[in-house]
């Protein structure tokens, strides 16, 4: 059971470039998040998913874009890259809220750097 | 939305104290969890706690969902237990939400 996998684990960016970052859940979960973690700070909400095909802005959207094609994967793109998107990336995943346990799960983080 | 707010910022501790961590939320929550960040960056999942009591070896956690608090409870501080500790909550259908963390530094 791997859980929440992210893939890159690095990368190095030029300014102006395009990148996908990709998460993937086996735990067939609902709902799917992004976060982004600067130094010394706590987790902000870029993006999220409550199902397949739908998406919703978080608190720091601007810059990003995602897609939930299909119920396990939870894409984030930066289709310009700009210095002030390096940061950590995480990417969750939970059920529903309802009467099922809704713990989130996090990946192992994707570093990203901005040059 | 809803606002999660953890005291202390940072807490130092001799190897073998006590401590006590504490998370606040501004509307009721279905979901309440604590993790620990450790230092190579990994969120580790300490309790999913929307109410009540939940112990762990060394570590406990507790939540009062009527008074909007929750607490985790670290006995007997290894070094090990250095890092920082987040609580984050959810309500209904609504996103995650982190608060900044609690920074803890056990000394030996």
């Known amino acids: 059971n791997a859980g929440v996998t992210q893939t890159p684990k690095f990368r190095v960016l030029k300014t102006g470039q395009s990148m996908t970052l990709l998460c993937a859940q086996d735990?067939?979960?609902?709902?799917m998040y992004w976060y982004r973690q600067d130094p010394g700070m706590g987790l902000r909400l870029i993006h999220y998913?409550?199902?397949?095909?739908?998406?919703a802005k978080g608190e720091v959207p601007d810059g990003y874009n995602v897609s939930r094609l299909k119920k396990q994967n939870f894409l984030l793109g930066l289709e310009s890259a700009a210095p002030s998107q390096t940061s950590v990336y995480f990417c969750?995943?939970?059920?529903?809220?309802?009467?099922?346990?809704?713990?989130?799960?996090f990946g192992q983080g994707t570093r990203l750097t901005v040059v | 939305g809803i606002q999660v707010e953890q005291s202390p910022p940072d807490l130092i501790l001799q190897e073998g104290a006590n401590s006590t961590l504490r998370c606040n939320f501004s509307?009721?929550?279905?979901?309440l969890q604590w993790f620990h960040q450790n230092p190579w960056g990994q969120l580790i999942n300490l309790f999913y706690?929307?109410?009540g009591t939940k112990q762990n070896g060394r570590l406990s956690a507790t939540t009062v969902a009527t008074e909007r608090y929750s607490l985790l409870y670290i006995s007997s501080s290894q070094t090990t237990d250095s890092g920082v500790y987040f609580c984050?909550?959810?309500?209904?259908?609504?996103?995650?939400?982190f608060g900044q963390g609690t920074r803890l530094t056990i000394n030996p």
């Open positions: 969750a995943s939970s059920n529903r809220d309802s009467k099922m346990n809704t713990e989130a799960f």
């Open positions: 735990m067939n979960h609902e709902y």
């Open positions: 998913s409550v199902g397949e095909g739908t998406t």
């Open positions: 509307d009721s929550v279905n979901n």
């Open positions: 706690i929307p109410s």
């Open positions: 984050a909550a959810r309500q209904g259908a609504q996103k995650l939400v």
